[in-house]
């Protein structure tokens, strides 16, 4: 279970998570949505502890994560992965000893400053990558990859952790609407078979309720929606994008479809299928062309 309580996060005046409370227990599927500015992000960078909390606390089973200090705040790093919209990949550096780098946090730092790794570890890291179906790209640079692939690497590298949650930054921000689907096919499936809790913040509603079992809506630092995909009605999209903002969190017009006709189309807890055209959406809203 990670349990965050009472946590507010202030950069100077500007309060960007105000006093969120959330139990999320092990093994869920969470996505957390809302517009720019609601404080998405900054509510993962604190459960991973990229940034600290300026009040409140966050405990995963029962540990209480955001006070840990040296060895212990790494090894949490450790369990709490983190995926980032831009990859985070070292370019000039092949794809395997990309994925070998998720291991720095279990071994010492001489062999990892002289990228010594095991064998066991190079069999762990293909293994992570045939499992992305990405193994034939292992002595690449990880700069010659498209975006989707690159992504794909970068979830490979989390699971090389052996986490117990996996924190996701916008992992699709950046993808066109097929690499998108990939990306997203993957962390369900690693969240079904290997039971692992993932956390993700996405840009549209549409993304979130197709392979979400949980929706977390922010707005304003604050969480305003906290239920099932079915849960979230058009009353509750108005208050987390506005009524000019609705657009932005659908793209009805490229998706055509809309709350209501997504709803049935779900099946009963979690699944793969995108409603038709969904992954446009950020696309669209990118100014991407599709
Ligand atoms: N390091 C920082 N210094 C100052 N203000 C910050 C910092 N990080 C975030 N903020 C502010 O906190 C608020 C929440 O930002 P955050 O990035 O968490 O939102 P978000 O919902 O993830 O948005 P986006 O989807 O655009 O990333 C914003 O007003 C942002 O400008």
Not at 199 to 204: D, Q, S
Request: proline share 3%.
């Amino acid at each position: 279970m990670l349990k965050i309580s009472r946590v507010t996060r202030r950069f100077g005046a500007k309060v960007a998570v105000d006093n969120v409370n959330l139990e999320i227990p092990t093994g869920q599927m969470v996505g957390v949505i809302g517009r720019s500015g609601a404080g998405k992000s900054t509510l993962l960078r604190m459960i991973n502890r990229l940034i600290d909390v300026s009040e409140g606390s966050v405990e995963f089973g029962g540990l209480e994560v955001s006070s840990l200090r040296g060895q212990s705040l790494r090894d949490w790093q450790r369990d709490c992965a983190m995926i980032f919209q831009q990859f985070n990949l070292v370019p000039r550096l092949d794809v395997i000893t990309n994925v070998m780098l998720g291991r720095l946090n279990r071994r010492n730092t001489i062999m990892s400053l002289l990228q010594i790794f095991s064998e066991e570890e190079q069999l762990l890291a293909l293994k992570a990558l045939e499992r992305l179906d990405i193994a034939q790209t292992a002595s690449q640079w990880a700069q010659t990859l498209s975006g989707g692939q690159q992504q794909r690497v970068a979830i490979a590298r989390a699971l090389m952790q052996e986490p117990k949650v996996i924190l996701a930054d916008e992992p699709i921000a950046s993808l066109d609407p097929r690499n998108a689907k990939i990306v997203m096919d993957s962390l369900q499936a690693i969240n079904e078979e290997q039971g692992i809790t993932v956390v993700t913040n996405l840009h549209t509603l549409d993304t979130a309720r197709a392979y979400c079992e949980r929706i977390i809506g922010m707005s304003a630092g604050r969480v305003v929606f906290d239920g099932t995909p079915e849960q979230l009605t058009t009353e509750v999209a108005r208050e987390l994008y506005g009524a000019d903002g609705l657009q932005e969190a659908f793209s009805e017009e490229m998706t055509s479809t809309s709350l209501e006709a997504i709803v049935p189309k779900r099946k009963k807890k979690k699944h793969a299928e995108l409603p038709a055209g969904a992954l446009e959406a950020p696309l669209a809203s990118a100014g991407l062309p599709n």
